[in-house]
Nanobody, 121 residues
Framework: QVQLVESGGGLVQAGGSLRLSCAAS????????MGWFRQVPGKEREFVAF???????DYADSVKGRFTISRDNGKNTGFLQMNSLKPEDTAVYYC???????????????WGQGTQVTVSA
């Protein structure tokens, strides 16, 4: 398994941008597919985006055109660039990785601890 640590969350005004990072260690990151999910209290964890080990990407409709997922295998790091943020984007954001699975379900084997993103109106 890989160990994942998110960073880059914080407080931003609506319309602003944040870039989340997900640093991986422990295994060969390039072989893993990675996903980003988010969760607010009282709700289920929600899919945001994924990038497969071969570079295939997918986004939730709610973030398409505003968020961009990417990865730098040389630095063992994944990214989520979030632009035009809205108050409804407020959540704890989690990165996840899996050696075999990629998709919209929260079936990834490895998870980070999460980073809080708060968007003020």
């Amino acid at each position: 398994q890989v160990q994942l640590v998110e960073s880059g969350g914080g407080l931003v005004q609506a319309g602003g941008s944040l870039r989340l990072s997900c640093a991986a260690s422990g295994r060969t990151f390039r072989n893993y597919s990675m996903g980003w999910f988010r969760q607010v209290p009282g709700k289920e964890r929600e899919f945001v985006a994924f990038i497969s080990w071969k570079g295939t990407t997918d986004y939730a409709d709610s973030v398409k055109g505003r968020f961009t997922i990417s990865r730098d295998n040389g630095k063992n790091t994944g990214f989520l660039q979030m632009n035009s943020l809205k108050p409804e984007d407020t959540a704890v954001y989690y990165c996840a990785a899996d050696l075999y699975y990629y998709g919209r379900e929260a079936q990834y084997d490895c998870w980070g601890q999460g980073t809080q993103v708060t968007v003020s109106a």
